[in-house]
């Protein structure tokens, strides 16, 4: 019947042909009816995600607490929807918060606006900033969608901070005497 | 027993607790049905369909229910304020009415039926011709273009179809010799060494087909939707309903569903005889298996589009089934003398 339909106008089709046709389609819905549901049980069940997926943003530290971030304000530059704010300050041997010059005091994103688009993961020089596994994110206000420094600096889950730690990414700049980069 | 139907009084009592018995039976019925619709649907999509509530999702009616009755009952401005109120509670009392007459069972000396009436088979559908009124009515009222498209295609599928309907069932008539559903189930035969009820349809396979797509048109399921087809008319004569009266509309439609499947079950599957199968059972089952049906027929097939529909039933069904109609005739001259 497929190849009929180049012609303008179509055969008239016997009554017997129109019949089948129905027969065909009710065959089809039994036989799917007794085939296995293929849903995915959502929240008990999730759809595996891809080791690089972009879901909610994490900050790392180092090994020895230290955190990563310098205050470079670079993830901020290249956010193409400006959802980061950093606002950098000097570190000081009293107060060591990060091995470089500077580290942020703030560091907030606002998820409403972020579209995990990973250029700031990309712009870090210090991988101080990652987009980790989670996507259920929704939650009650808009207030509690701006991230700020405590919630980002939350650890990472285990699978993914292994596998960072598996990467051993080269350090761009140089760390406190004694220090080791992980 | 039979004392109490004697007694006038005693006869009114019980009478109004079959009534009651039969609401509730037939409302939770209707839940199932939804439920079973929506499994059954699933299934054929390869879902499961609800299964949070309760148990298999069996608690489902009762949340969406709660949903429903708690919703705001907005009526729009502008709108005819009596008929929108009354469209949807005609389309539920005559959706009830039909269960009158409908017999469940006779199980022992015990019968399942409210009233037996002589022309059981003529108020079920002089009843079920009301449900017209609710769509029209209320598509009229709702002052919205929607709704009145929705009733005026409502109003022309519904008169079309209830004429091949009808005929449809007419050989069953005239092979039974009477018009009560209780004869009509009980109708034996002598065939050879096999003498008892059968099933009517081996005698009116084509009647039981146009029986089935007209019903289908009649109660407004898909593929015979259009008055509320969502995709060109929003939601047809319901656009405008929400909250109870929208639950009644809904309620309305699930019960006309159960009472054609009834019937289906009555005029050609032999009603409540099925083997050795306890009656009332056996009654359930069947009409569970009718409405299966209905719900395959549903999962499987296309919206009709409107001159299609009308063309189906005035060129199609109708000539159709006034063929059988006349052939059945013949052929009980033929055989009967």
Redo the contacts between chains.
Sequence with gaps: MADEETDEKPKPQSVASDVAALVTGLKTTLTETFRPVVTTMYPEDKTPRSERYRGRHYLRRYDNGLERCIGCELCAAACPVGCILVIAAENTDENRVSPGERYAKTYEINMLRCIFCGYCEEACPVQAIVLGPEYELSDTSREKFIYNKEKLLEPLPRDVQARLDAKGAPHPHPLPSGERDT | MSQIYNDPIGHWVVVVVAMTLLLFVVLTATAYTVWFERV?L???????GPNRVGPFGLMQLAADGVKLAFKESFIPEKTDRIIYVLAPTIGVAAAFLAWVVIPIGLWGNVQYWIADVNVGILIIFAVSSLNVYAIVLGGYASNNKYSLLGGLRSAAQLISYEMALGLALVPTFMIVGSLRLRDIVAYTVSWGPYHGPIPLILLTPIGFLIYIISATAETNRTPFDLPEAEQELIGGFLTEYSGLKFTMYYLAEYLNVITVSTLAVLLFFGGWYLWVVPPVIAFLIKVVLVLFLYI??R???PRLRYDTLMRLGWKVLLPLAMANVIVTAIVLVAVQG
């Excluded at chain 2, 699933?42 to 499961?48: A, H, K, L, N, V």
Aim: glycine share 16%; net charge positive.
């Design positions: 059954a699933g299934r054929i999509q390869r879902r499961p395959w027929l999962g499987t097939f």
